[in-house]
């Protein structure tokens, strides 16, 4: 059973560069574009369309671990982890196994496999502890980190990640996410208040999400509890 909590941050990036001819950088730009505004159907129709025309293997795996996080955010983490299992690392350029355990750290916490999850980030934690370039991936990282802090270590350390992550951005779908595990921290803290008001920006401004029948679930089952 998924713990009350869990949740995605996942964040998508462009295919690499190196990997992608110019027709594929300039849709990539736009299908990314897509999800950050909540179109969710049209960027996992982009990026199908970009995975049958992909030129070469590299792309092609590049592409898959992009497509799970359109996937998370629908609340297909069993089909995210298929894909996930499907890709192997070694195929994927360098630049971009970042992405892939990032993506798969994530998926592991929303799917409750705890001890899997700790596996995978005690053998990249690296990955998680280098400052990146790509101020989106070191984000979406930093995402993760809270998000495993939140699970299996450091509440306090998660709420700190959050608050500075949507202060740098707090209005697109990747928002929505930290602001429903502020709710989650806030809730755990009895500050239910203040849980609530997080919890209807996280709705908001993921309204085609399953943020919002998540929220439903939580505040019910406190309404419930109260009023036993």
């Given amino acids: 059973m998924l713990s009350l909590g869990v949740f995605i941050a996942l964040s998508v990036f462009l295919a690499l560069i ?4 110019l027709r594929f950088r300039t849709r990539s730009v736009h299908t990314v ?42 609340g297909l983490f069993e089909e995210a982890m298929i894909i996930l299992e499907t890709v192997e690392p070694a195929t ?6 970042p992405v892939y355990y990032n993506n798969l750290t994530v998926v592991l916490l929303e799917l409750g496999r705890f001890e899997d999850a700790r596996k995978v980030f005690a053998e990249n934690s690296g ?12 984000n979406a990282m930093r995402g993760t980190l809270a998000i495993y802090e939140y699970h299996l270590g450091d509440i306090e350390l998660a709420e700190k990640i959050f608050k500075e992550l949507t ?24 500050l239910n208040r203040q849980a609530e008001e997080f919890f209807a920006k996280a709705a908001q401004l993921g309204a085609d999400t399953y943020i919002p029948s998540r929220v439903d679930e939580i ?9 036993q």
């Fill in 127 to 138: 990955l998680f502890e280098t400052a990146t370039k790509n101020k989106d991936l070191n």
């Fill in 167 to 190: 202060a740098e951005n707090s209005d697109d779908i990747r928002a929505s996410v930290r602001y429903f595990y502020l709710g989650c921290i806030h809730m755990k803290k009895g």
């Fill in 219 to 227: 505040l019910k089952s406190y309404s419930e509890n109260e009023s």
């Fill in 18 to 21: 190196v990997l992608n001819p």
């Fill in 33 to 74: 574009k897509k999800l950050r505004k909540g179109d969710i159907e049209g960027f996992l129709k982009d990026i199908d369309e970009d995975i049958r025309e992909s030129p070469n293997e590299k792309l092609t795996n590049a592409l898959l671990v992009n497509k799970t996080a359109g996937l998370c955010y629908k």
């Fill in 92 to 97: 994927l350029h360098a630049s971009f196994k």
